[in-house]
């Protein structure tokens, strides 16, 4: 298998981090960026996770300590779990809720204004199941501007939700969420579109 091989359901290209891997026990990140994830772990466990709401400023800080791209005032929660700062963008207003986790092991960009509420999960990796040492495969994952988040939601590599889309609570998104549609189920599916009744 090659790079250009699997592909996700959405637009963004699923890619091999290393697939040399010797066997599905080897590790496919070299040793400065496992030594980066775990000193960025530690430090926010004991910097941050402590720190009340209104400390925001403080842990917005500590993330472009480690690479994060920050534009304007996002908001990020304390117990919000983030596996890789310096893939992260994250845009004015945008916001990641309680016990949310960007496990992002590709670019992760979170629009403005838009909302990751709690224990959603955007995953940014998962694994070719058709190799036996189970290569790590990674996709970028990007949150739409205006766009919404639900409650335990699972969005997958590669995939984008576009700008004010919504997916619903425990929702499933394998492919891309058009702008303004509301997705939800697992696997989600469309099931409405969305509108302010306040500018109708």
């Known amino acids: 298998m090659n790079d ?4 996700p359901s959405g637009s963004g290209r699923l890619r091999l981090k290393d697939p040399r891997q010797a ?8 040793l400065r ?4 994830m ?3 772990a530690l430090t926010w466990n004991l910097a941050c996770r402590w720190t009340p709401g209104p400390l925001n400023a403080w ?20 117990t919000c779990r983030i596996r890789t700062p310096w893939l992260l963008e994250l845009r004015h ?7 949310s986790e960007v496990y992002n092991l590709d670019r992760c960009v979170l629009g403005e204004r838009c909302t990751v509420a709690q224990q959603a999960y955007l995953c940014g990796g998962s694994h070719d199941f058709g190799l036996r040492t189970l290569p790590l495969l990674v996709g970028p994952v990007e949150i739409g501007a205006d766009a919404f988040v639900g409650v335990r939601a699972v969005v ?7 700008e004010g889309g ?6 499933v998104v394998t492919r891309d969420v058009p702008p303004w549609t509301v997705v939800a189920g697992s696997p989600a599916r469309p099931v409405g579109t969305r509108r302010f009744r306040d500018e109708d």
């Open 156 to 162: 997958m590599p590669g995939v984008s939700i576009g």
């Open 166 to 171: 919504v997916a619903g609570a425990a929702a």
């Open 4 to 7: 250009s091989a699997p592909t």
């Open 59 to 78: 842990r917005l800080l500590v993330l472009r300590i480690f690479g994060c791209r920050i534009e304007g005032r996002p908001y990020v929660a304390r």
């Open 38 to 40: 775990a000193l960025f």
């Open 23 to 30: 066997d599905a026990y080897t590790s496919p990140w070299p």
């Open 93 to 99: 207003r945008s916001c990641l809720g309680p016990e």
């Open 33 to 36: 960026e496992r030594l980066g």
